[in-house]
């Protein structure tokens, strides 16, 4: 599967390329998993519009959506080799690349958005971003998904006791993984290209997400049940291949710097605004919300906390709970 993606991915390598000597002008390649309707797209298209104005078109953004180079594990491999530019990933995916990005991933740690922003705009997060150029990668900047929900066809869930026994897609995502054990969720990792077919063909029973991604990925048609639990944090990133940024001059690296920062503000507010007409419209669209007992949920994985010490300094996990 992998040799086919990355196939896919060199066969797009041409998408790279100077188009004439008057124009000079350079295509560069953005990968990500969703729709360009997605927060994602309002990313990507904030970083093409940013650089293009500020590189007076010398650069311009091709977005390959909705997975088209691959899954996010493929595409930070094509990061990588240099045969992808830019992509905005989940940090699902980094932390099998940059390990301790996983820390922001650990159930109920976040209290709302306000707190985990000052978290990644803090030295903590932008030592993070500072650890991704020894992988071949260079982060630009840190975007947003929201806080992660529950769906599923089978019931409606407002206690840990009501997830019992629900087959649940994750990511690949040892952190999330523990805290599911913990509330007796079955948990069932899948790269996100296959979880539609899972979800019609009953393979799984549901997923969690950011309103973000629910909303964009339409799940209102293959889930009934919505539990706003909230339980973990999504950051983003906007990452650029290291061997494309080295190639820049000094202005150009500022440009793809803010660039980066421009995609990572275009999340944000795409967050703040599903996160005030999303379940609104998941309502209309037929999906029966629950409001869920959320101290429940966070007493129940509270048994994983010492794993995710063992995991991840734990100066590291109390600084993050500590930030204002």
């Known amino acids: 599967m992998r040799k086919t993606w990355l196939a896919a991915a060199l066969l797009a390598a041409g998408a790279f390329s100077v188009t004439g000597p008057a124009q000079a002008q350079t295509t560069l390649k953005m990968a990500y998993a969703l729709s360009t309707s997605s927060h994602y797209g309002a990313g990507g298209?904030?970083?093409?519009?940013?650089?293009?104005?500020?590189?007076?078109?010398?650069?311009?953004?091709?977005?390959?959506?909705?997975?088209?180079?691959?899954?996010?594990?493929?595409?930070?491999?094509?990061?990588?080799?240099?045969?992808?530019?830019?992509?905005?990933?989940?940090?699902?995916?980094?932390?099998?690349?940059?390990?301790?990005?996983g820390v922001f991933d650990i159930p109920f740690l976040l209290r709302d958005l306000n707190h985990a922003r000052a978290v990644l705009d803090s030295k903590i997060g932008q030592d993070m971003l500072a650890k991704f150029p020894s992988r071949g990668i260079v982060a630009l900047a840190w975007g947003e998904q929201g806080f992660r929900h529950l769906t599923n066809n089978v019931r409606p869930v407002a206690t840990p006791a009501d997830a019992k026994g629900l087959k649940i897609r994750t990511t690949e995502n040892p952190v999330h993984i523990t805290a599911f054990r913990q509330i007796g969720i079955l948990p069932t990792p899948m790269a996100w290209p296959e979880v539609a077919t899972a979800l019609q063909q009953g393979t799984i029973d549901g997923q969690e997400n950011p309103l973000s991604v629910i909303t964009s990925a339409k799940l209102s048609q293959m889930q009934k049940y919505l539990s706003l639990t909230g339980h973990v944090y999504g950051p983003a990133l906007v990452l650029m291949s290291a061997s494309t940024y080295e190639g820049l001059s000094a202005d150009q690296k500022k440009n793809f710097d803010k660039a980066g920062k421009d995609s990572a503000q275009a999340m944000r507010t795409f967050v703040d605004n599903i996160e005030k007409s999303g379940v609104e419209q998941l309502k209309k669209e037929g999906m029966q919300v629950t409001e869920v007992d959320r101290a429940a949920f966070a007493k129940a994985v509270e048994p994983a906390y010492p794993e995710y010490y063992k995991k991840f300094d734990k100066k590291l996990i109390d600084s993050i709970r500590d930030t204002k």
């Open 45 to 101: 298209d904030a970083f093409a519009k940013s650089i293009e104005a500020s590189s007076g078109g010398k650069y311009k953004v091709q977005q390959f959506a909705n997975s088209a180079l691959g899954g996010e594990r493929e595409v930070i491999e094509g990061l990588q080799i240099g045969t992808i530019d830019l992509a905005i990933v989940s940090t699902g995916a980094t932390l099998n690349f940059v390990p301790e990005t």
